[in-house]
């Protein structure tokens, strides 16, 4: 069963960090690209970053470039995102997803399978 778990949410305060997971199981995630994308209450999904399964090419939204690193492991079938330098507009619930990557990375429709969120809440 193709699953994918994404932990290491929790609340910081603003300027701290927090190291997000993706872990995949029942299939292979060095053949995909992988996305990670986040949602506030009432606001439409964001792409935030992406990293691609050939090159290794990674892609960030301007609103977290610098601050944010996305990261994977191969060996332990796992995606990070290290998250430095928090605010409080970064609260969401952040996803991981596979997908193609590319120049259309930052759109969810062209991600399959997600995993179910991990809640990030930046506040003092």
């Known amino acids: 069963q193709v699953q994918l778990v994404e932990s290491g949410g929790g609340l910081v305060q603003p300027g701290g960090s927090l190291r997000l997971s993706c872990a995949a199981s029942?299939?292979?995630?060095?053949?995909?690209?992988i996305g990670w994308f986040r949602q506030a209450p009432g606001k439409e999904r964001e792409g935030v970053s992406c990293?691609?399964?050939?090159?290794?090419?990674?892609y960030y939204a301007d609103s977290v470039k610098g601050r944010f690193t996305i990261s994977r492991d191969n060996a332990k079938n796992t995606v990070y995102l290290q998250m430095n330098s928090l605010k409080p507009e970064d609260t969401a619930v952040y996803y991981c997803?596979?997908?193609?990557?590319?120049?259309?990375?930052?759109?969810?429709?062209?991600?399959?399978?997600w995993g179910q969120g991990t809640q990030v809440t930046v506040s003092s």
């Open positions: 997803a596979t997908g193609t990557g590319g120049s259309s990375w930052y759109l969810p429709e062209e991600y399959d399978y």
């Open positions: 029942g299939f292979t995630l060095d053949y995909y690209a």
């Open positions: 990293i691609s399964s050939s090159d290794g090419s990674t």
